[in-house]
């Protein structure tokens, strides 16, 4: 079973930067795609960036232009660069894994589409 584990979150004024990684350890998978969630109080989990095994990258329209993700695959981690970060940014952030599967536009912001999530870290950014 693999894990997820998330960090680098924390408060920062707005247009401040952040950036969050994402360690993965146990049974992972050649082939994949690994998104990137958030959540606020009251709303749904929606995902904002995705990027596959093949380095495929996707983004949410809310975040295109601010947000990077990548990552390292000798390390097994996953990275969301987060850049001119506002307060509708403030979220709680979450990793997740797809395996066996390339990210796909269809449903890579879906929370159903992934089995395995992180525990989530929290960003807040204040105006």
């Known amino acids: 079973q693999a894990q997820l584990v998330e960090s680098g979150g924390g408060s920062v004024q707005s247009g401040g930067s952040l950036r969050l990684s994402c360690a993965a350890s146990?049974?992972?998978?050649?082939?994949?795609?690994m998104g990137w969630f958030r959540q606020a109080p009251g709303k749904e989990r929606e995902g904002v960036a995705a990027?596959?095994?093949?380095?495929?990258?996707l983004y949410a329209d809310s975040v295109k232009g601010r947000f990077t993700v990548s990552q390292d695959n000798a390390k097994n981690t996953l990275y969301l660069q987060m850049n001119s970060l506002k307060p509708e940014d403030t979220a709680m952030y979450y990793c997740?894994?797809?395996?066996?599967?390339?990210?796909?536009?269809?449903?890579?912001?879906?929370?159903?589409?992934?089995?395995?999530w992180g525990q989530g870290t929290q960003v807040t950014v204040s105006s």
């Open positions: 990027i596959d095994s093949d380095g495929k990258t």
């Open positions: 146990g049974s992972t998978y050649s082939i994949y795609c």
């Open positions: 997740a894994a797809r395996w066996l599967d390339y990210c796909s536009a269809s449903w890579y912001r879906f929370a159903w589409a992934f089995g395995v």
